[in-house]
């Protein structure tokens, strides 16, 4: 069977592939300790899975609008107002099977076979494939720590021309937790939008914030920025809901009607049950989310202690997100293990196989000289697992 050409240049997503690994060495019995999850490892909250199995109860269990039933629309809408300032009408909003669908829906509606998108470097692992399955080209701009991993207006304006479709600006950032300050959107805004380039604003982390750091929505910038903007969000990071699958796009009317006909084709209407549990999400008790951020906080500092007191592996402070990204380049060129250590991939590999500690190197992310752990997991763990890292690492 000969498959399409546009599926001979991607892979499989590489951190859920190493998640995977990590979950088939657990099976055989080998005590792994997972850096790799990019979900909270706490139960969604009480109330919210109430409102799904009260859904079931109630048999709503059918069909619903392609885009979202229009109570969930609306309480997206009030969210978006409430949090972000963001002033979206329900026809502006189309609820999708995760932010991941709703990124695909926004590119499938926007991308020509040639079109350029911008992805700052590090990026999310998707955002490139995404792209490249739409027949656009991923100009992959590769950000500094430096510049805390922040693209520059100089950066931007050199990898702009007549191709240019969109750029991705994710803040806070995967894999590297950087926040972009209000003043950093305006200068890069200023350059994108009177040249008519789509702004897709990952804001899937906008809870999980340290240090005082402020989340700033583009969107919220002014209303020739909105007109340029697609706002991207979901429930899964901030009400740890990642198996419920609901994401939303809210965008400029013609894109969002765009994508609701795409949808309606392609998948129909996201999982009616869990519609039912976002609106609870988006509008009930929003305690649970505190405390998340709380415990995310201490096992924050923990983790970035630990890597800070390996010997070769430094890391920035995070202002977002729940992940590290961690400099391991001091270890190329050496040997571990028996393993010649030439890239993030040999040392994630061995750090697996030797201390049985799985995480995600950073060459998914588009950065070689990194790793990126995951904090979504137990102090216990952390202890643990960095106590293995820092044996494995002793013997370069
Ligand atoms: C930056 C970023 N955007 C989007 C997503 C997708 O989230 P969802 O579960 O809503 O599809 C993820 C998930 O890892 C992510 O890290």
């Not at 592996?313 to 293990?337: M, N």
């Given at each position: 069977m000969r498959?399409?050409?546009?599926?001979?240049t991607i892979?499989?997503?590489p951190?859920?592939?190493m998640?995977?690994?990590a979950?088939?060495m657990?099976q055989?019995?080998?005590?792994v300790?997972?850096?790799?999850?990019?979900e909270?490892d706490?139960?969604?909250p009480?109330h919210i899975?109430a409102a799904g199995?009260?859904?079931?109860r109630?048999?709503?269990?059918?069909?619903?609008?392609?885009?979202?039933?229009p109570?969930?629309?609306?309480?997206?809408?009030?969210?978006?107002?409430?949090d972000?300032?963001?002033?979206y009408?329900?026809?502006?909003?189309?609820?999708?099977n995760g932010?991941k669908?709703?990124i695909y829906?926004?590119?499938?509606?926007l991308?020509?076979?040639?079109?350029e998108?911008i992805?700052?470097a590090p990026y999310?692992?998707?955002?490139t494939?995404?792209?490249?399955?739409n027949?656009?080209?991923p100009?992959?701009?590769?950000?500094?720590?430096?510049d805390?991993?922040k693209?520059?207006p100089?950066?931007l304006?050199?990898?702009?021309?007549?191709r240019t479709?969109?750029?991705f600006?994710?803040?806070?950032n995967?894999?590297?937790?950087a926040?972009?300050?209000?003043?950093?959107?305006?200068d890069?805004a200023?350059?994108?939008v009177?040249?008519?380039?789509?702004?897709?604003?990952?804001?899937v982390?906008?809870k999980l914030?340290?240090?005082?750091?402020?989340?700033?929505?583009?969107a919220a910038?002014?209303?020739e920025?909105k007109e340029?903007?697609v706002?991207?969000?979901?429930?899964s990071?901030?009400?740890?809901?990642t198996?419920w699958?609901?994401?939303y796009?809210?965008?400029?009317r013609?894109l969002?009607?765009?994508m609701?006909n795409?949808q309606?084709?392609?998948?129909s209407?996201p999982?009616?049950?869990?519609?039912k549990?976002?609106?609870v999400?988006?509008?009930?008790?929003q305690?649970p989310?505190?405390?998340?951020?709380a415990e995310?906080?201490r096992r924050?500092?923990?983790m970035?202690?630990?890597i800070n007191?390996i010997p070769g592996?430094?890391?920035?402070?995070p202002?977002?997100?729940?992940y590290?990204?961690?400099?391991?380049?001091s270890?190329?060129?050496k040997?571990?293990?028996?393993?010649?250590?030439n890239g993030?991939v040999d040392?994630?590999e061995?750090?697996?196989t030797e201390?049985h500690v799985?995480?995600v190197?950073?060459?998914a992310?588009?950065d070689?000289?990194?790793?990126r752990f995951?904090?979504a997991?137990?102090?216990?763990?952390?202890?643990?697992?960095?106590?293995?890292?820092k044996d494995v690492?002793?013997?370069a």
């Amino acid at each position: 069977m000969r498959l399409a050409t546009r599926v001979q240049t991607i892979g499989a997503s590489p951190t859920l592939a190493m998640n995977a690994r990590a979950k088939e060495m657990k099976q055989q019995g080998i005590d792994v300790v997972s850096f790799t999850v990019g979900e909270p490892d706490f139960n969604t909250p009480e109330h919210i899975a109430a409102a799904g199995i009260e859904a079931i109860r109630e048999g709503f269990t059918r069909y619903t609008p392609a885009a979202g039933i229009p109570e969930l629309k609306e309480a997206i809408c009030l969210k978006l107002k409430r949090d972000n300032g963001l002033q979206y009408d329900p026809a502006d909003v189309v609820v999708s099977n995760g932010a991941k669908h709703s990124i695909y829906n926004v590119l499938q509606a926007l991308i020509d076979e040639g079109d350029e998108v911008i992805v700052p470097a590090p990026y999310w692992v998707s955002y490139t494939e995404m792209v490249k399955l739409n027949g656009g080209s991923p100009v992959i701009v590769s950000t500094k720590a430096g510049d805390d991993f922040k693209l520059r207006p100089e950066q931007l304006k050199a990898h702009i021309n007549d191709r240019t479709k969109a750029i991705f600006i994710n803040s806070p950032n995967n894999p590297t937790g950087a926040v972009y300050s209000q003043t950093e959107l305006e200068d890069l805004a200023e350059i994108l939008v009177p040249r008519g380039i789509v702004i897709i604003s990952d804001e899937v982390y906008e809870k999980l914030l340290y240090d005082g750091a402020k989340f700033t929505s583009v969107a919220a910038l002014g209303p020739e920025v909105k007109e340029h903007t697609v706002t991207i969000n979901g429930v899964s990071k901030t009400y740890a809901m990642t198996g419920w699958r609901i994401g939303y796009a809210a965008a400029p009317r013609a894109l969002a009607k765009a994508m609701a006909n795409i949808q309606s084709h392609a998948t129909s209407n996201p999982n009616a049950i869990a519609q039912k549990a976002a609106v609870v999400a988006l509008t009930g008790d929003q305690t649970p989310v505190k405390k998340m951020l709380a415990e995310f906080t201490r096992r924050r500092e923990q983790m970035i202690a630990e890597i800070n007191a390996i010997p070769g592996l430094s890391c920035r402070k995070p202002e977002g997100a729940f992940y590290i990204f961690a400099h391991v380049a001091s270890f190329f060129g050496k040997t571990i293990c028996g393993r010649k250590i030439n890239g993030s991939v040999d040392l994630a590999e061995v750090l697996l196989t030797e201390g049985h500690v799985a995480l995600v190197p950073g060459a998914a992310f588009g950065d070689d000289n990194y790793v990126r752990f995951s904090y979504a997991t137990s102090l216990d763990a952390i202890e643990k697992g960095m106590a293995r890292v820092k044996d494995v690492l002793a013997q370069a």
